[in-house]
């Protein structure tokens, strides 16, 4: 300690050094990074945000396409282990969505590659492909592409969206389920599909009884869909259901996953209300989805009249707009007032 008091001028020596040796170190490790990042070449670079983004910047300035994405497609024909086809194809997926001309340019050939891609046997492949595909199904020309498959082929094509289903009812992965549903929810299902439907059906509801939200929450926008459908809605009422199957419509629920729920029980409720559906007489299990919902012991309207005070407003509006479908049939229009009806709302309570 005495040296360094009666050596200031030593002392800022050191200092000096060390600032010196600092700056140094730090302007290397910069030239490092600047070279890492100019000698990086796909598909590993597009695997970075920032390289991606580099290229969307490129194209943009000078009008031209960077080339990447074809780069990545052309190296996703090669023979690839299952983590570099789900890196190329998770790079694909970004430029798809961030150099959109370049994305449009592609061919129906480089979506039935990727689709090819769900063959695969590791399903982290089997995840990214079918992100893949739902990024190419935001651009116009190729919706029917995914939709219907490729129907050039000698054989009868095997439909991507029958291929989705396939997957997802027959493969426990949540994050396979979110992947492939998001993707069928990304596009209305032509009719030859529905046959498929029915039997995946059973699936898909064990998928909304999950405890993984966003799997539930992707499986019910599904399910709510073909509610609409006249010759699935029958299929959806009639489907096992556990005998908690009310839990999805507690307060405790998140607001995101109530909502659909409710949406999903309106269109229910309105579908088997038409005019078109009561004139079937129709029988369901006694562990139905429909005896869950409509049934002479259900409990839904407690579960209603609860929800109609939840804190979430969407949430408040489409309890209601269920109790009012449960009161009312469909084709109330035709008629001065709303006759009494069948409902849990009216049932002495």
Not at 32 to 39: D, F, R, V, Y
Not at 124 to 140: C, D, E, H, M, Y
Not at 268 to 297: I, M, T
């Amino acid at each position: 300690m005495s040296c360094i008091r009666q050596c200031p001028g030593q002392m800022d020596i050191r200092r000096g050094v060390v600032s010196l040796a600092t700056g140094a170190g730090a302007i290397y490790l910069l030239y490092k990074a600047i070279k890492a990042g100019i000698k990086c070449q796909p598909p590993f670079c597009s695997a970075s945000p920032i390289c991606i983004a580099r290229l969307a910047i490129e194209r943009e300035r000078h009008g031209r396409h960077s080339g990447e994405l074809r780069r990545l497609l052309n190296s996703l024909e090669c023979k690839q282990d299952a983590y570099t086809k789900s890196m190329i194809l998770h790079s694909i997926t970004r430029c798809v969505y961030l150099l959109e001309s370049e994305a449009s340019a592609c061919t129906n050939d480089d979506v039935t590659l990727v689709g090819s891609m769900l063959d695969d046997k590791d399903n982290s492949v089997k995840i990214q492909a079918l992100n893949t595909l739902k990024a190419f199904s935001g651009i116009r020309k190729f919706r029917l592409k995914i939709q219907a498959g490729n129907p050039s082929l000698p054989a009868p094509p095997q439909e991507h969206a029958i291929k989705v289903l396939e997957l997802i009812s027959t493969i426990w992965d949540s994050e396979l389920h979110i992947a492939g549903l998001r993707l069928l929810n990304n596009f209305p299902l032509p009719d030859f599909v529905h046959p498929q439907l029915r039997r995946v059906m059973p699936a898909l509801m064990e998928i909304l009884q999950s405890d993984y939200i966003l799997a539930q929450v992707q499986a019910i926008r599904l399910l709510s869909n073909l509610a609409q459908k006249n010759d699935l809605l029958y299929d959806i009422l009639n489907c096992h259901v556990h005998s908690n199957f009310l839990n999805l419509f507690q307060s405790t629920q998140p607001g995101s996953l109530l909502f659909e729920v409710l949406v999903f029980a309106e269109r229910l409720s309105e579908g088997r209300s038409s005019p078109h559906y009561r004139a079937v007489k129709w029988h369901y299990n006694e562990q139905s989805l429909h005896e869950a919902l409509f049934g002479d012991d259900s409990r839904l309207a407690d579960r209603l009249l609860a929800l109609v005070i939840h804190p979430e407003e969407d949430v408040q509006i489409q309890a209601c707009k269920v109790i009012v479908s449960l009161q009312c049939p469909q084709d109330v229009g035709i008629r001065p007032s709303c006759p009494p009806s069948h409902s849990c709302f009216n049932n002495g309570e």
